[in-house]
């Protein structure tokens, strides 16, 4: 399974923030597993903390802005973006003020960044949401929409939509993440020349310019009014004739302002708190969607919080019966296993496909026949054997023994015809024959039972 990362060193950014025009420096450190995004106000009192999560979010107007006890900070996505991008689970981002420099008002900086202080792969696995059916989440209003389906991996298609004569309808897809850096991260974001004066009205945009955005001059303004607005933004003087991209730098691609929707799309689905396994199709996307579609993910995660593995039956398994009969003692009546179908270093998963014919239906109970919960939790500790017993030398000589259970629940009775889905964890390293586990017992997607147990694995006699 893939482990959790962080950043191997911490690295720094300097610049002016797009909205409020102040000199800031954003610091991006290493974290612990399981830490997730933080981020860090260190001018405030105190140096107030702010999980990046998407209930976190206050704003959405001209970027994303995360907001705890009154404390903000603006003009996250970016930085997120990277994050996510590439793998990385754990950070802890300090900034000196209510935002993020805007640099060149791509990814392209963080990512370089991260890329020269490293990655450090982490103990703990990496806690993917595998979507496994359509969401979708549509704002009728604006005509925005987006929509995940299932995939093997995290992918994205954004499509975007203006009325407007230099762009009007573009396409972006980003089929691999590793692909971030030179498909997407240095794409920039854009404003319209009509859109600035109302934004600087709103006491916004007050940092930026002609370096750190693409501007779409694209609806004829007069001469003077053209000057008035140049004015405004400390620019030189242009021809009100001429309309066009007016930024000092040109396109990096044709459809780079769609590839920035993609950017800002990651961004603010890093917020989600988990890496996702799914395709993303997003239509006219903007951070009020965006936040509005991750909040509606954070409620499916938290619905499904232990999700099943994925069991493909035509799959050959990785044990068979006979294997297991190598490695286990137990024979009929008592064998609960009837195949594993993914290992790894520190999980399993088995089935157990539970028939009519089951010998303890006979008495429990005969006109309502339920599997009792103590086989289930039989057959998830002779599951948790498997992995143990796989690891060892001549397994057939060892056997393992209940040493302690705790936390058990049932939620929901097996019966006849159910197909039981175990997965088994180690929840630390195996010592002195020791192994501490953790279960879940699925039928579909639904828990039926969980626990923790101890066991030992001891040679036989």
């Known amino acids: 399974m893939l482990k959790q990362k962080t950043l191997k060193d911490s690295f720094s950014l300097s610049g002016k923030g797009l909205h409020t025009g102040l000199n800031l420096t954003v610091t991006f450190n290493p974290a612990p597993e399981n830490h997730g995004y933080k981020i860090q106000r260190t001018d405030l009192e105190g140096q107030p903390i702010i999980d990046a999560i998407a209930e976190n979010v206050a704003d959405t107007t001209r970027g994303t802005v995360l907001c705890k006890n009154n404390v903000k900070v603006s003009t996250v996505e970016h930085g997120m973006a990277a994050l996510y991008a590439l793998g990385i689970d754990n950070c802890l981002i300090q900034v000196n003020g209510p935002e993020f420099p805007i640099l060149d008002g791509s990814a392209l900086y963080y990512v370089k960044e991260i890329e020269r202080v490293g990655i ?60 971030f850096k030179d498909e997407i991260a240095a794409s920039r974001t854009f404003v319209f020349v009509r859109e600035i004066e109302p934004l600087l009205q709103s006491g916004l945009i007050k940092g930026g310019d002609l370096d750190n955005a693409i ?58 708190g988990k890496p996702i396994k799914g395709r993303i199709i997003a239509t006219r996307p903007g951070h009020t969607i965006n936040n509005k579609f991750a909040r509606q993910m954070r409620k499916e995660i938290r619905l499904h919080e232990i999700q099943a593995p994925i069991y493909d039956c035509n799959r050959p398994p990785i044990m ?122 699925f039928v579909g997607e639904k828990v039926v039972c969980e626990a923790e147990f101890t066991a030992q694995i001891t040679k036989n006699k």
């Open 120 to 179: 450090e792969e982490q103990n703990a696995v990496k806690d993917f949401y595998i979507i496994k059916s359509k969401i979708e989440f549509r704002d009728e209003e604006t005509g925005s929409s987006i929509i995940v389906l299932p995939d093997e991996n995290f992918s994205i298609n954004v499509l975007i939509s203006y009325d407007s004569t230099i762009i009007s309808n573009q396409y972006a897809t980003l089929e691999d993440m590793s692909k």
């Open 215 to 272: 501007v779409i001059y694209e609806r004829r303004m007069s001469q003077e009014n053209f000057d008035k607005l140049a004015d405004v933004m400390g620019v030189a003087h242009m021809d009100a004739n001429h309309l066009g991209y007016i930024m000092h730098n040109p396109l990096v691609w044709p459809n780079e302002c769609a590839r920035h929707k993609l950017l800002d799309v990651i961004g603010d689905m890093a917020l989600i």
């Open 320 to 441: 068979d019966v006979n294997r297991i009969r190598e490695l286990l003692p137990h024979r009929y009546p008592f064998q609960l296993v009837d195949k594993v179908i993914e290992m790894g270093a520190n999980y399993i998963v088995g089935i157990k496909n539970v028939t009519s014919n089951e010998p303890f239906f006979q008495g429990h109970f005969p006109q309502e026949p339920v599997m009792p919960g103590v086989l289930q939790i039989e057959a998830m500790a002779q599951v948790g054997g498997l992995l143990v017993l796989n690891s060892v030398d001549e397994p057939e000589r060892y056997s393992t023994y209940f040493l302690k259970i705790d936390g058990v629940r049932f939620r929901q009775k097996v019966v006849p015809g159910d197909t039981l889905l175990f997965r088994v964890e180690l929840m630390a390293p195996i010592r002195r024959g020791i192994s501490t586990m953790k279960g879940y017992v």
